[in-house]
């Protein structure tokens, strides 16, 4: 194989950008006269600009420690007060002494504030003060002493605006002599006026302006200096890369004829290299084919399983539609008791009364009740039931209405007793006024319904007692026992909280925990009561469903022959 000729040598490139490294040693004393020089006017400029605050300060320091109304000073006093309520072994007047020194601080305090603010707008040299104390919470005196501050402030209101930036806090502590106690004086005023702090502001401009037209020539002239710097050295770099690019051509020939013999000793191994690599390819070609079919095999049985997903998915569906459907018409059929018991009623009377007149006004009444709510159950079903009408629905006028709505029925035909204990202001809560009304009237029909067995549990109880005199006296209770549902309505914090409680059969522990799943009864054998139906399982279910749709939880206690209390949280609304 014949060697390939020596390339001809290419055109320089770019030169690149000097490392950074490389010239900053070079420039380092001028950067650092330059700092140098920067930070010296910047530091004049600060300290031109902010001397007149530190000595402000200082006067103010002075004037609370060496102010004397009582021939003593705040610090001096504050020293004294200190020792008092530190002290171990008090004498007998001590509270007396406690509560003079405390007096005399206070007094201190408010003459020496008093001339500023009388003269604050009529004296320009005079300061302005806002607040003065004496904290003591850094002095652990014993309980019963008084540590708390005493403090004067300004009836006149502190400056808004712009203006507050002219408010300053002096905060110092004066020697106690006593290491383990601290007492804090602490002032708040403002002492310049405004043509003070214009003049300031003037100040500040011009030696802004000043220190400018330094450092704007001074860096100009830097920067001059580096840019004539960076050429020279970039100069120098382009002769020394040439000559290393010359070097590296030479190089490169040299590197030619060593890999053109490489080339060869490759050509041999790529030729073994290319039979395995045919034996290779046709393995893996095998492999790809049974890849294939097991992804195919994979494919179908995915493909069952979407179908099988898919049929069980519709099930569900088609179950829940079923139980929503189902709950309406478990609803309706309660509804239409009343009427017909009223309907039964005016059927057996002789002739037409008064009363039976008012018994058939009501039937009409309470007919149109229904087909009103017929109405709502028919728009309820025909949409998606997680997409309610939400309104603004006031729990207590809705309690209110399904309470005077039962409780006559309630005491003449079911023979229990249905309160509300509700309170004068409306309860406002999100939700869908339908599916609340027949989540109410669900929990009392259920409560109603724990009354029942309750009554028929003590009967039995009562025939199964050998004793006949105590069997009679147990079903006199009995017949005695009345049935009671209480519905409440009350605010809990951020929360309205619905309670249904009633005083029937109550619920085991695993009744209580399958009480809400579907189609889940109790009542098929032994509910029965005056041509009543048994249950579905539907009631406590479209509860649940209900409650989670408006976002409310749901709490149940619960024990057998204790009754049940059903407690709903929606969240409150304003």
Known sequence: MSLPDPEP????PNLAPLPFWRYFAR??????LWLVMAGLLAWLLYARAWWSEESDRADMREWVDNTRIFRKTLAELTREHVELLLDETPPPDHANRLKNKRDEIAEQIRAMTEPPRVYSAQLPLFPEVYKLEVDYARVSAPAGRDTTPIRWESPKPKPGGHARAQLHTLTFEPPLGRPDATAVIRLEYR????????????EFQFWQTVTASVLIPTTLFVAWLVLRFLKRERARELVRLRTAHATEHRERALLQAQVAHQIAEQELLETQVKQQAAEQASEELSRKILQQELDSARLESRAAEAEKAALELKSQLYA????????YAHNIKNLLVRPNDLLSRCIDANGTTHEQQGMLQEVKNTLGTVTERLQQILRTVRRDPSNAEVTRVDLVGLVRESERTWAEMGRDKWKIAITANLGSEPLWVNGDLSHLQQAIENLVFNARDATFEMRNYLRDEAKREPDPAVRRKKLLDAAAWKGEVALLVARDGDAVVLEVRDNGIGMTEEVRENCLKTHFTTKRDNALYEGYSAGMGLGLSFVAVVLEHHGAKLEIESAPHRGTTFRMRFPLIA
């Open 191 to 202: 002492l310049h006026t405004y043509h003070q702090m214009q003049k300031q502001q003037d």
């Open 27 to 32: 420039l380092l004393p001028l950067i650092l």
């Open 320 to 327: 829940s539609i079923g139980i929503m459907a189902g709950s």
């Open 9 to 12: 040598l290419p055109p320089l």
